[in-house]
T-cell receptor, first 109, second 116 residues
């Protein structure tokens, strides 16, 4: 089993749609969780951290379920500018971040 | 602040040639990292430096060496390039390693390397 698994997509949605991405991780000792965004041929950038109680940043909501080892990202009212690859990232004990392969989102008008 | 800078942006090598990828950060971060990103493979950690003076292997260290020259700079060297090392290389830095509150990593723009 891969350490961090994501549905690669692509997810093709119209503007205004709500879309959800899921991610599972294999190591129950994982301590912190993030969503990064990567635009085509650019570097990854932090979108948001994921907290145990769930957290929201504008149109973006992240959830964590430690019992099921599952992380989600919900994007409401999708914009064209949301088109990107979304990387699920897990921090295990020590220094390494473990990146999922990413889920590609394409928002069309 | 420039953040994390990498040079060169693009490079083409022949098999067996050597080169060094340079990375520098101006955020006074303690930890620095080198990743490679290949289609369908995601980001994979090559080496990291938790603090100045220390380096450790990541997931895919074979064929690479690193030097943490000072707090700002972390270089990646390919001694004898192979076609399997064709990839996009990203350098990243974070304030501290291993503590979730400070573990946001900031990435450089990447180096696109082709080995023929």
């Amino acid at each position: 089993r891969k350490e961090v698994e994501q549905d690669p997509g692509p997810f093709n949605v119209p503007e205004g749609a709500t879309v959800a991405f899921n991610c599972t991780y294999s190591n129950s000792a994982s301590q912190s969780f993030f969503w990064y965004r990567q635009d085509c041929r650019k570097e990854p950038k932090l979108l948001m951290s994921v907290y145990s109680s769930g957290n929201e940043d504008g149109r973006f909501t992240a959830q964590l379920n430690r019992a099921s080892q599952y992380i989600s990202l919900l994007i409401r009212d999708s914009k064209l500018s949301d088109s990107a690859t979304y990387l699920c990232v897990v921090n295990q004990a020590g220094t390494a971040l473990i990146f999922g392969k990413g889920t590609t989102l394409s928002v069309s008008s | 602040n420039a953040g994390v800078t990498q040079t060169p942006k693009f490079q083409v090598l022949k098999t067996g040639q050597s080169m060094t990828l340079q990375c520098a950060q101006d955020m006074n971060h303690n930890s620095m990292y080198w990743y490679r990103q290949d289609p369908g493979m995601g980001l994979r950690l090559i080496y990291y430096s938790a603090s100045e003076g220390t380096t450790d292997k990541g997931e895919v260290p074979n064929g690479y060496n690193v030097s943490r020259l000072n707090k700002r700079e972390f270089s990646l060297r390919l001694e004898s390039a192979a076609p399997s090392q064709t990839s996009v290389y990203f350098c990243a830095s974070s304030r501290l390693a291993g503590r979730s509150s400070y573990n946001e990593q900031f990435f450089g723009p990447g180096t696109r390397l082709t080995v023929l």
